[in-house]
């Protein structure tokens, strides 16, 4: 089955660029979706289709995709921020969905 | 507004089963797909299952940690989704979310999500 790996967690100062990965092999070929979990909420949709924002997202977050690594960046950290992100995509060869183990964004 | 309640979690003996229900509104819902993802405490999201619309022969796939022992199921009549889940077991202990995909050819990503229900699965 298709698994992808992400770190567990990632740090990084207020006004700072946070960059969380998400590997996979050839991940580059797939669509790669991104969420926010703050605790004691459902998740939330940050990217979709590797780069793109829902309304309502700010621009600060960006996505890329290419190879065996997807990137979620986070530009100009802010408090507000801190939170878990899972990466998700669709596996055609076996028809399933993917998430990834999640990373928790820490806000130094 | 789209809106997804879950119910029917709660505290069930391993080997037992429970029944989930998830009643949608603001959408089509006989038109769309139905996914369950689930989260145990203090862990990450895990992809369950999902059934398709009747124009997609209401075709249903299982993540392999429940094959053979969940079935989602669906009432387009009254807008309800359904996750029954027999046998079982403590590690089956999580949120259970409902979530309402959006698919284009090539992937599929979760639009909605409702708010969660417990399920505790404890002797």
């Known amino acids: 089955s298709y698994v992808l790996t992400q770190p567990p967690s990632v740090s990084v100062a207020p006004g700072k660029t946070a960059r969380i990965t998400c590997g996979g092999n050839n991940i580059g070929s797939k669509s790669v979706h991104w969420y926010q979990q703050k605790p004691g909420q459902a998740p939330v949709l940050v990217i979709y289709?590797?780069?793109d924002r829902p309304s309502g997202i700010p621009e600060r977050f960006s996505g890329s995709n290419s190879g065996n690594t997807a990137t979620l960046t986070i530009s100009r950290v802010e408090a507000g921020d801190e939170a878990d992100y899972y990466c998700q995509v669709w596996d055609s060869s076996s028809d399933l969905w993917v998430f990834g183990g999640g990373t928790k964004l820490t806000v130094l | 507004e789209v809106q997804l309640v879950e119910s029917g979690g709660g505290l069930v003996q391993p080997g037992g089963s429970l029944k989930l229900s998830c009643a949608a509104s603001g959408f089509t819902f006989s038109g769309s797909a139905m996914h369950w993802v689930r989260q145990a405490s203090g862990k990450g999201l895990e992809w369950v299952g999902r059934?398709?619309?009747?124009?997609?022969?209401?075709?249903?796939a299982y993540a392999a940690s429940v094959k053979g022992r969940f079935t989602i199921s669906r009432d387009d009549s009254k807008n309800t989704a359904y996750l029954q889940m027999n046998s079982l077991k403590t590690e089956d202990t999580a949120v259970y979310y409902c979530?309402?995909?959006?698919?284009?050819?090539?992937?599929?990503?979760?639009?909605?999500w409702g708010q969660g229900t417990l399920v505790t699965v404890s002797s």
């Open positions: 059934i398709r619309s009747k124009a997609n022969s209401y075709a249903t």
């Open positions: 289709y590797d780069s």
């Open positions: 979530t309402r995909p959006y698919c284009s050819s090539t992937s599929c990503y979760v639009g909605y």
